[in-house]
């Protein structure tokens, strides 16, 4: 397992000239990982699941645009991110495979539909329909870059968590009392929109996945809600030969000792 005190900072340059940081642990083939909404690098599961599978892979974590240490060139597109993704796979040497998670699973699908060659993928519980079951009507993107615009990044933070992701409101209340957690969130809140224009609809593409070649992993958590399995199931449904776990005890926020056995297996097989 990999000292995390070791660990270099390096950069790649994406296809609109942004700088893309990112982080290369472990020996073995290049696995490329792709971080959910409010994570990057420095905080959330990349790192902990890199030095767990460290003994294997070369695994490449990188920070999204406009979070960690990476650039945020403006205007955003989601296919900017596409080709963000290929800058830190063409780094890692090219035919990688990748495992995304949350949106970045849904990044990494998009990416998979738009022709981006990887050696295989695997997906944990992409957000499809996790957002908007409750009231199909609201318009959570337009909100959100409101309240960006207004730099009440504490409240875009709360809004993303309750009303979207469907925590209690205790949640944010919660975080607020742990501050280098809470301001963390904070930071890299300017972002949230671009995870809202990754899903899109938040309703799977399904005719645009049918297009995807790449040998793919679809996992949901055992204690996924109702809705966020159906995703799942319809996302793995749509991708020729696609495989389809279910990984009992875990929620949203997968174990990496539950994830890292899952992909050892798919990645090797």
């Avoid at 297009?211 to 399995?229: D, N």
Wanted: hydrophobic content about 45%; aromatic content about 8%.
């Amino acid at each position: 397992m990999t000292d995390q005190t070791t660990l270099v900072t390096e950069t790649t340059t994406s296809a609109d000239g942004t700088t893309i940081a990112f982080e290369r642990t472990g020996t073995g083939p290049a696995l490329v990982q792709v971080d959910g909404a409010l994570c990057h690098r420095a905080f959330g599961p990349s790192r902990p699941l890199a030095a767990t599978l460290a003994d294997q892979y070369t695994v490449f974590s990188y920070d999204r645009r406009g979070r960690g240490e990476s650039g945020n060139t403006l205007p955003y597109n989601p296919q900017r991110e596409i080709e963000d993704l290929q800058a830190v796979m063409a780094a890692a040497g090219g035919d990688v495979y990748v495992y995304g998670s949350s949106s970045g699973a849904g990044l990494a699908l998009q990416a998979a539909a738009a022709g981006v060659r990887m050696r295989r993928l695997a997906t944990y519980e992409a957000p499809y329909v996790a957002a908007r079951w409750k009231d199909p009507s609201v318009d959570h993107l337009a909100h959100m870059k409101a309240l960006i615009a207004e730099d009440r990044r504490g409240a875009a933070v709360s809004y993303f968590l309750v009303p979207m992701v469907g925590a209690p409101a205790f949640v944010p209340v919660m975080m607020r009392a742990m501050p280098k957690v809470w301001n963390q969130m904070k930071a890299v809140a300017p972002t949230l929109p671009y995870d809202l224009e990754v899903m899109g609809t938040f309703t799977a593409p399904v005719d645009r996945f049918a297009a995807i070649t790449v040998p793919t992993l679809v996992m949901v958590g055992g204690k996924a809600p109702q809705p966020m399995r159906a995703a799942q199931d319809a996302v793995a449904t749509a991708i020729p030969g696609s495989q389809f776990a279910v990984l009992e005890g875990q929620t949203h926020q997968v174990s990496e000792k539950a994830i890292a056995p899952q992909l050892r297996s798919f990645f090797t097989a």
